[in-house]
């Protein structure tokens, strides 16, 4: 194969960033194509927890949005929805209108989620 002729992958789009985001918060992680995902899930999300990388990150990739990074933090986000927004469940690939339910729908879905990952860290 000659790679010479390659197309190199289309740049990614990227959100601006916020004003009450500092330049230190930010990380270009891209959740739908973790860097090293080949080698494993866990593995790849393990590269994102480097020593130097804050417990809670903003990204601009897929609409720009906040990561939490450590099992403490999200921790917190789960028990304290008051705290953190919950109105959009989830960050859909390719920009697609968010899912949006009410409070109630996603505690319950998420409960049993809550418990596992409390006791893991």
Request: hydrophobic letters at 40%.
């Amino acid at each position: 194969m000659n790679t010479d002729t390659l197309t190199p992958p289309p740049a990614k789009p990227r959100a601006a960033l916020p004003d009450h985001v500092a330049p230190d918060q930010v990380r270009e992680i891209d959740i739908y194509a973790l860097d090293g995902i080949e080698e494993g899930f866990h593995e790849a999300w393990k590269r994102v927890q480097t020593p130097d990388t804050p417990p809670l990150v903003w990204t601009p990739l897929t609409g720009g949005h906040w990561v939490a990074t450590r099992g403490v933090v999200i921790d917190e986000v789960y028990r304290h929805p008051d705290r953190f927004s919950s109105r959009v469940i989830w960050v859909l690939a390719r920009q697609a209108k968010p899912m949006k339910w009410s409070r109630p729908r996603w505690i319950r879905l998420n409960i049993p989620l809550i418990a596992r990952r409390s006791t893991r860290d």
